[in-house]
T-cell receptor, first 111, second 115 residues
Framework: GDSVTQMEGPVTLSEEAFLTINCTYT??????LFWYVQYPGEGLQLLLK?????DKGSNKGFEATYRKETTSFHLEKGSVQVSDSAVYFC??????????FGSGTRLLVRP | EPEVTQTPSHQVTQMGQEVILRCVPI?????FYWYRQILGQKVEFLVS????????KSEIFDDQFSVERPDGSNFTLKIRSTKLEDSAMYFC?????????????FGEGSRLTVL
């Protein structure tokens, strides 16, 4: 069945460092891909999405490119801030009402 | 900004007791969902609900679970006889459409602890 695998955390970075959180997926056809973020004490919020191959989703300095050939949707940010500390979830949606989530990656950014 | 609200934020219950988790979705949304996250594990889909009926459910959503939209604003998840393994964070979500590219809007979650 469809599944999402993302790198385990926690990821600890200094402020202004470059961030990559890896995400790969298994699905037939062309799923839509999402990154959700959960800040402390809050619900999951959509960060960005891409709905077809080679699309790039971007928001708040974060980017992810839908790579069909490597079945990946890695999240990147050029310069992280303390306020980016959160848990990041990669997810896909494919021929169904449900989102399939990865296990989440906790990011901790130190000043 | 409209948001999905969930109550209670935390509930502690004894094994075998019934629990009702409540959600108020965003008012013009038509699709409603429950997800759960057992500590340290993935966020898992439980059920989706549209037009006053279940549109999809997972294997987790067995006869112990039920959902209801009793009054046009609330969306509830009932667990009839809780088990220890039901301890988790339960997230409600809503969306304006059911399309594959659409965004789901999540609440902050209700943490259920079964003793």
């Amino acid at each position: 069945g469809d599944s999402v695998t993302q790198m385990e955390g926690p990821v600890t970075l200094s402020e202004e460092a470059f961030l990559t959180i890896n995400c790969t997926y298994t699905a037939t056809g062309y799923p839509s891909l999402f990154w959700y973020v959960q800040y402390p004490g809050e619900g999951l919020q959509l960060l960005l999405k891409a709905t077809k191959a080679d699309d790039k989703g971007s928001n708040k300095g974060f980017e992810a490119t839908y790579r069909k050939e490597t079945t990946s949707f890695h999240l990147e940010k050029g310069s992280v801030q303390v306020s980016d500390s959160a848990v990041y979830f990669c997810a896909l949606r494919h021929s169904s009402y449900k989102l399939i989530f990865g296990s989440g990656t906790r990011l901790l950014v130190r000043p | 900004e409209p948001e999905v609200t969930q109550t209670p934020s935390h509930q502690v219950t004894q094994m075998g007791q019934e629990v009702i988790l409540r959600c108020v979705p965003i008012s013009n949304h038509l699709y409603f969902y429950w997800y759960r996250q057992i500590l340290g594990q993935k966020v898992e889909f439980l059920v989706s609900f549209y037009n006053n009926e279940i549109s999809e459910k997972s294997e987790i959503f067995d006869d112990q679970f039920s959902v209801e939209r009793p009054d046009g604003s609330n969306f509830t998840l009932k667990i009839r006889s809780t088990k220890l393994e039901d301890s988790a964070m339960y997230f409600c979500a809503s969306s304006p459409s059911g399309g594959l590219t659409g965004e789901l809007f999540f609440g902050e979650g209700s943490r259920l602890t079964v003793l």
